[in-house]
C-alpha cells in the first residue's frame, strides 16, 4: 500500500513538473500598478516571446503582440478615467489545455481633475465647417488594424525636441482669462516647438513616430493640415498644424519616415507641431511624452 502511494506522488511529480517549470518561464511583468491618468501600462512576458497572452482591463480583451523580443499588452489610461482601484485579470496557455491565470490591483491616481469649458466664439462660417467636419474626423478611430504594424520602439516626431510649458499635455487652454477656473479645458496633446532649422531656415520635418497607414491627411478649420496615423492594435498619432504633406492616405510609412513639413494652419499663431496620441480604437487619450519615454526604441 506504501509502495503504491510513493509511485502515485512520483507519477504526480513527474505529470505536473513541466507544467510548474513552465509556469515560471512564462513569467508576467508590468511596469507599475500606481498609476496616473494619462499614462500607460506595458505587460510583458519575461522570457518566452513566442507564447502569447490575454488581458482584460475595464471591459476590454487585449491579445498580446511581439514587442522587441516579447509578448507585449499595452494598456493606455484615459486622462479623464475615473481615480480608483481597477482590477486587471489576464492568462496564458504553459501546455495544451493548460491555462495560467494572473492578476494585478491597478490603483488609478488623479491628476486631471474634471473642468468646465466653454467654447470660444469663432467666426458663424468658421464654427459651422468646424461642426460639419469633427463628426467625420472623430469616426476614423473607430476601427483600427487588429495587430500592431510594428515591432520596434517609437521615436520623436521632430529632429530637436523643444516643449515650452504651456505645450505640455494637461496646461490650460482657456476660452476666457478672467475666470480661469471655469473657462479651460486640458490640451490633451504635445506641442513641439518647430520653428526652423538652423542649416535651410525652413519649417522642420516632420517624423512618423512608427509603422503604420496613413488613414487622414486633411484640413480641418480648427486643426489645419492632419495627418493620422493608425499604428495598428488602436494605436493613434495624430499630427497637427502642417503646412505640407509628403504623403498621401492609404499610404504605409515606415518609422522615423518624413511625412509632412511643420506649418501654423488652423487656429494657431506660432510654427509648432501638435501630436497626439489616443489608444483602445480612439477611447482612450495618454500623454505623447509619456508614451514615447516608455516605448522609445
Request: one cysteine or more; proline letters at 5%; hydrophobic letters at 40%.
Amino acid at each position: 500500500m506504501k509502495r503504491t502511494g510513493f509511485a502515485a506522488i512520483i507519477f504526480l511529480l513527474i505529470y505536473f513538473f513541466p507544467i510548474f517549470a513552465s509556469a515560471e518561464q512564462f513569467k508576467i511583468t508590468i511596469n507599475k500598478t500606481k498609476v496616473y491618468q494619462a499614462e500607460i501600462l506595458k505587460i510583458q512576458m519575461a522570457r518566452k516571446k513566442n507564447i502569447p497572452f490575454y488581458v482584460t482591463f475595464l471591459g476590454q480583451k487585449y491579445e498580446s503582440f511581439l514587442f522587441g523580443n516579447h509578448q507585449t499588452v499595452l494598456i493606455g489610461i484615459h486622462y479623464q478615467l475615473k481615480p480608483g482601484t481597477y482590477t486587471l485579470a489576464g492568462y496564458f496557455s504553459g501546455a495544451p489545455g493548460v491555462y495560467f491565470p494572473f492578476g494585478y490591483r491597478i490603483e488609478v491616481k488623479e491628476k486631471f481633475k474634471p473642468k468646465k469649458y466653454i467654447v470660444p466664439k469663432r467666426p458663424p462660417a468658421v464654427q459651422e465647417e468646424i461642426n460639419k467636419k469633427f463628426p467625420e474626423f472623430q469616426s476614423i478611430f473607430n476601427k483600427s488594424h487588429p495587430q500592431p504594424f510594428f515591432k520596434e520602439g517609437f521615436v520623436q516626431p521632430i529632429r530637436k525636441v523643444y516643449i515650452s510649458k504651456d505645450g505640455n499635455f494637461g496646461a490650460d487652454r482657456c476660452a476666457g482669462r478672467k475666470i480661469k477656473s471655469i473657462y479651460c479645458r486640458y490640451h490633451i496633446g504635445t506641442d513641439f516647438r518647430a520653428t526652423f532649422d538652423e542649416e535651410r531656415k525652413k519649417p522642420e520635418k516632420i517624423f512618423a513616430i512608427n509603422k503604420g497607414k496613413i488613414i487622414k491627411a486633411d484640413f480641418y478649420p480648427n486643426m489645419g493640415n492632419v495627418i493620422v496615423i493608425d499604428h495598428g492594435g488602436g494605436i493613434f498619432s495624430s499630427y497637427l498644424h502642417l503646412s505640407k504633406f509628403l504623403i498621401k492616405e492609404g499610404d504605409t510609412v515606415r518609422r522615423g519616415q518624413i511625412i509632412a513639413i511643420a506649418g501654423r494652419t488652423g487656429t494657431t499663431e506660432a510654427i509648432h507641431l501638435h501630436l497626439t496620441i489616443k489608444m483602445d480604437n480612439g477611447k482612450t487619450v495618454v500623454d505623447p511624452q509619456k508614451f514615447l519615454r516608455l516605448l522609445g526604441q
